[in-house]
């Protein structure tokens, strides 16, 4: 039931695991929020680091019915891995990008303006079928999208080329620049703008399959944003998008990774001992040390030196000194793990580990960052508690397949 990158024998200096059962948990609740809306799970990023193709397949057995990427290639990968029957949108594009590969992968793919639209139709003539093309609108955000006085002139042309045959125009779309932010005067005001624009063209005739605003905490706390679908993202991986809005138990998620390490080292060392690079931090005593063999390169971040919260031995510790590219230095006040315990660096809080948002809190970042950045090196292990219930269920009842060789 499980999945790594190292034979289930090795042990591991480091794991990430990703508990799908949650993630599956996270879309139905992000479904059971969508006030009937259709549900887009974004896994970008190789799914804010889950690890997207199992993330993608769990979420779409939960009921998601679109996959959303950044990039086309992450797109074009989910196509090659067999994602074949799901529509997948993509939305961050440069001059000269795949376009003719995403047309012919049936990806549905974002225009912001008219550089873009005529790339992607000259594209559809070469590959001679039609683009899936979904127009961004800028409501407010002042990133991609097109602006509100460029819009009639986008509108028109994608018309024509619609008219042409050379694209479908699948859908409307615009992004939230402060809905983690509850009460903030720019949601109202880009609601408003993006019904105005959605107007506007569907005015002149454009008649998309989905129009879509909201983000992960749109989607969960703002139902007069849902239109016809929701993307969301960081709120499948059990993380709140932002503590304002509440704790992830709160917004009814789950988080569904847990990093966690080795010790490789616990050793006595006298009072006044410097420890790691610059001696930021010196012992107050005679006290035992412990190695845990990941660093920056790893993806925890050096900004939390002095203050990443461990759980060793059921007692939370606090990194000591610098956190050093492989390693860093927790300070055990005397307690003498074995070397090999097992040390959480955050996770649900269950077992009263930390979580990401701590780990955000001692860096001076976002819980997003925290589990985006955990590097390839630290391997994915996949544990599906309902696909093992399951797999007990059928033995249980006679079943001939053996559930531990069951792929989870």
């Not at 002149?204 to 139902?223: C, D, F, Y």
């Not at 060392?269 to 001696?279: L, N």
Request: net charge negative; aromatic share 6%.
């Amino acid at each position: 039931m499980t999945e790594t990158a190292s034979p289930p024998s090795a042990p591991l200096r480091a794991r990430a695991e990703i508990d799908l059962a949650a993630l599956r948990a996270n879309v139905r609740t992000v479904r059971a929020k969508a006030s009937g809306a259709a549900v887009m799970a974004v896994v970008k990023s190789d799914a804010y680091g889950h690890g997207a193709l199992r993330c993608a397949r769990a979420a779409l057995a939960a009921g998601a019915t679109w996959l959303g990427t950044a990039t086309p290639e992450e797109a074009l990968a989910l196509r090659a891995a067999g994602l074949r029957d799901v529509r997948i949108m993509c939305w961050l594009w440069v001059p000269g990008g795949p376009w003719r590969e995403a047309i012919e992968a049936d990806l549905d793919v974002s225009v912001s303006g008219l550089w873009a639209l005529r790339e992607v139709v000259g594209a559809a003539r070469a590959a001679g079928r039609p683009a899936r093309v979904q127009l961004k609108a800028d409501t407010g955000l002042g990133r991609g999208g097109c602006q509100p006085g460029d819009w009639a002139e986008l509108v028109a042309e994608a018309l024509n080329a619609e008219r042409e045959g050379l694209i479908r125009i699948t859908g409307l779309w615009s992004h939230f620049a402060c809905a983690d932010e509850p009460g903030h005067p720019s949601v109202a005001a880009q609601l408003t703008g993006f019904r105005e624009m959605v107007a506007h063209a569907e005015g002149r005739g454009v008649r998309p399959e989905v129009r879509h605003i909201a983000n992960s905490p749109a989607a969960l706390t703002l139902p007069e944003s849902h239109f016809d679908l929701v993307r969301a993202g960081i709120a499948l991986y059990g993380v709140s998008p932002s503590p304002e809005l509440g704790t992830p138990a709160e917004l009814g998620l789950r988080p569904v990774m847990t990093l966690s390490a080795s010790l490789a080292l616990v050793k006595h060392v006298p009072g006044g001992h410097g420890v790691s690079y610059g001696h930021h931090y010196t012992t107050a005593g005679d006290t035992t040390l412990a190695l845990i063999p990941v660093g920056y390169a790893d993806g925890v971040p050096r900004q939390a030196s002095g203050a990443g919260p461990v759980l060793v031995g059921g007692k939370w510790r606090t990194a000591a000194g610098r956190i050093a590219m492989d390693q860093f230095v927790v300070d055990l006040g005397g307690d003498e793990p074995e070397a090999g315990a097992e040390a959480v660096l955050f996770g649900p809080g269950d077992r009263g580990e930390p979580t990401a948002q701590d780990w955000a809190n001692a860096a001076g970042t976002i819980a997003y960052e925290i589990v985006t950045r955990i590097g390839a090196r630290v391997p994915r292990v996949y544990v599906d508690a309902e696909a093992d219930a399951g797999a007990d269920a059928e033995a249980d009842a006679g079943a001939e397949a053996d559930a531990d060789g069951q792929d989870g």
